[in-house]
């Protein structure tokens, strides 16, 4: 890997090589033994899929990627994506390539992806608590930055009892919590507590406040604003104390929140403590947001919640749909599709019907009054008017899906198609790229 890459080019590149089969359930069996180049380069389309079926559309994700860049430009904040959402490098480089400052992961095993493809700037948003984890970060090549937070004394304990004798520093931030939400010290007493332990660590450097806003609402209603904003004002407080006491460990201090749901909030509330390193600026500070979904965005919850969608403006295009078969229609109004909960999310609401048509890469029509009203592991119930709509098996339906935190886990391979097809095309659209994930 060239060390001034921000992802490792060829790694990402070598995706292409790899041969396709049956652990792959969006390759078509007679692809079984191809490698990813040859099935691109025979020019697959729609048409030659099956269902189930995850596809993502090329220029939604274009569009997405540049829309949330440009914007953080603007703003003049960082952006780290959480690659959660959808564990795919080629995804990553992507949004890397517009200018992200790194990935974000969740967890230690997908801290081990994201390194097995040279991402070079690294935020784990959590705590390392596993010896092994701990362990494998402090010995990481030093063209790797890896941040990671901490929320009570406990985590400093065991992070200086495993690194103990060791030269080794981790470089960490505080992370703020509020009661009911999820992790983080619980109010800035407690927060200012533990980075004074981390302060007084040999093996940690305090170099930034983490959080997340989107475990304290759900809704973009006033009270559901109001609990965010709170939070952040908490969140800029925590860090104006830290800078009194002199806690930071660094000149270089980030600040960091923000998912895919309340992101021009954070930037509202923390966008004053950026500074811009003058010679009167006590820190230079850095305000980061980790937006993942963004990329792929949804029919669903954030096609809702998105600030681009509430503010009237241009709102971020759904990148996602699944494509079900109708395997049964044998009472009045039920049709019976060959995709559930194995296939396609459903914890953020249930998938949409949109289109119908005869084949899968045929002409379709708008599907009306039609409900997904329950999932179960490989199959949905779509229930629909049968006096203005004709369903019969081997149907092809596309659908709407809600959060691509939990659609991209369900697939090894994602086919990217060259557009949305629209109401009243043939619908066949050309494979142009598979996502490769690594869950």
């Not at 569009?63 to 959480?82: M, Y």
């Not at 923000?258 to 009167?280: H, K, Q, R």
Request: glycine share 10%; net charge negative; with cysteine.
């Amino acid at each position: 890997m060239n060390t001034s890459e921000a992802i490792s080019a060829s790694a990402v590149k070598d995706l292409a090589e790899r041969r396709l089969d049956w652990r792959h359930k969006a390759v078509p069996a007679s692809e079984n033994g191809t490698t990813h180049a040859d099935f691109l380069a025979a020019q697959h389309s729609l048409a030659d899929l099956q269902t189930p079926l995850l596809t993502l559309d090329a220029a939604a994700l274009t569009a997405n990627a540049d829309r949330l860049a440009s914007w953080c430009a603007e703003k003049g904040v960082l952006l780290a994506p959480h690659g959660k959402t959808t564990m795919a490098p080629q995804l990553w480089t992507e949004q890397l390539n517009r200018g992200a400052w790194g990935i974000t992961l969740a967890n230690f095993a997908q801290l081990r992806v994201a390194r097995g493809f040279g991402v070079r700037n690294l935020q784990l948003a959590n705590s390392l608590t596993d010896p092994h984890a701990i362990k494998w970060v402090a010995e990481a090549s030093p063209d790797t930055r890896i941040l990671s937070w901490i929320d009570s004394l406990g985590t400093v304990d065991i992070i200086n009892r495993t690194l103990a004798g060791s030269d080794a520093v981790l470089e960490v931030l505080v992370e703020l919590g509020a009661h009911g939400g999820r992790t983080g010290a619980r109010g800035v007493d407690a927060a200012m507590e533990v980075a004074r332990a981390i302060a007084a660590s040999p093996n940690l450097r305090l170099v930034g406040v983490s959080g997340y806003e989107g475990s304290l609402a759900h809704t973009a209603d006033d009270a559901g604003l109001a609990a965010v904003r709170g939070y952040l004002a908490q969140m800029r407080l925590l860090h104006e104390n830290l800078l009194a006491d002199g806690l930071y460990g660094t000149d270089s201090v980030i600040l960091t929140a923000g998912g895919s749901a309340y992101f021009d909030d954070v930037v509202a509330v923390l966008s004053p403590c950026i500074s811009e390193g003058s010679p009167s600026a006590e820190k230079t500070v850095d305000l980061m947001i980790r937006s993942g979904a963004y990329i792929i965005h949804d029919d669903g919850f954030y096609r809702g919640i998105s600030p681009f969608s509430r503010e009237g403006g241009q709102p971020f295009t759904a990148g996602m749909h699944g494509w079900a078969r109708v395997v049964s229609q044998t009472e009045p109004g039920l049709a019976i599709l060959d995709a559930g909960k194995r296939d396609l999310p459903f914890d953020e609401g249930l998938p949409e019907p949109q289109l119908i048509g005869p084949t899968l890469g045929g002409p379709m029509t708008p599907l009306v009054g039609a409900e997904i009203t329950s999932v179960n592991d490989q199959h949905s119930f779509m229930t629909f008017d049968p006096t203005t709509t004709t369903v019969r098996p081997g149907d092809v339906v596309r659908l709407g899906l809600s959060h691509p935190c939990t659609a991209f886990d369900k697939w090894t391979i994602i086919p990217v198609l060259a557009g949305a097809a629209s109401a009243d095309s043939t619908g066949d659209q050309t494979v142009v790229d598979l996502i490769h994930t690594f869950f």
